[in-house]
């Protein structure tokens, strides 16, 4: 399997695992889901929230690649957070609504994403305005890894509140190639 089918499997994971967190928080209360439960970011609205943001805030970096513009067209269009923990939406289903358009523009861009774009070396600024220069690819896996650890910490939240998940693994995604 090459990177870009690897990197296409993370994508359809990211999708699916963000379908099952929001599908767990929306059986909860809007209190539930606001409450400051301790985490990093506080409530698990707010874990969500920073999702949300990061993946706009990077949309509008990754986009800046000549031949991403077009996938991420969607995110360029939307307002660029000004900070990591910025309240986007203040309720799970607008929340939603966000997270699900960007699942869509990520899988789509992963789609389009070539050999060629992976070694790409992208300029930008991190949050504190510092210039930095990395390798589009590496950028690629570190956006679903973030993806990974903060849904781990809403899975938690969600799980000290009563709701489980259910299977979390990227196994459940990766095909069985039948008997060798």
Do not use: C
């Given at each position: 399997?090459?990177?870009?089918?690897?990197?296409?499997?993370?994508?359809?994971?990211?999708?699916?695992?963000?379908?099952?967190?929001?599908?767990?928080?929306?059986?909860?209360?809007?209190?539930?889901?606001?409450?400051?439960?301790?985490?990093?970011?506080?409530?698990?609205?707010?874990?969500?929230?920073?999702?949300?943001?990061?993946?706009?805030?990077?949309?509008?970096?990754?986009?800046?690649?000549?031949?991403?513009?077009?996938?991420?067209?969607?995110?360029?269009?939307?307002?660029?957070?000004?900070?990591?923990?910025?309240?986007?939406?203040?309720?799970?289903?607008?929340?939603?609504?966000?997270?699900?358009?960007?699942?869509?523009?990520?899988?789509?861009?992963?789609?389009?994403?070539?050999?060629p774009?992976l070694?790409?070396?992208?300029?930008?600024?991190?949050?504190?305005?510092?210039?930095?220069?990395?390798?589009?690819?590496?950028?690629?896996?570190?956006?679903?890894?973030?993806?990974?650890?903060?849904?781990?910490?809403?899975?938690?939240?969600?799980?000290?509140?009563?709701?489980?998940?259910g299977?979390?693994?990227?196994?459940?995604?990766?095909?069985?190639?039948?008997?060798?």
């Amino acid at each position: 399997m090459d990177i870009l089918k690897h990197m296409r499997l993370l994508a359809q994971y990211s999708q699916w695992m963000n379908q099952k967190v929001y599908d767990a928080a929306g059986k909860l209360p809007a209190a539930q889901l606001a409450e400051n439960r301790g985490a990093f970011f506080g409530s698990l609205l707010n874990t969500l929230n920073h999702l949300v943001a990061t993946d706009i805030i990077w949309g509008h970096r990754l986009g800046v690649h000549p031949t991403a513009r077009a996938a991420l067209a969607p995110i360029l269009e939307m307002q660029r957070p000004t900070a990591l923990d910025q309240v986007l939406h203040t309720d799970l289903p607008s929340l939603r609504r966000t997270r699900q358009q960007l699942d869509e523009v990520l899988i789509a861009w992963t789609g389009a994403l070539t050999l060629p774009d992976l070694d790409y070396v992208l300029e930008y600024r991190n949050m504190k305005g510092v210039p930095q220069r990395k390798v589009y690819g590496s950028l690629v896996l570190n956006l679903f890894s973030h993806h990974t650890h903060h849904r781990g910490q809403a899975t938690t939240l969600l799980f000290q509140l009563g709701q489980d998940v259910g299977v979390t693994d990227l196994l459940a995604l990766i095909p069985d190639e039948g008997a060798a």
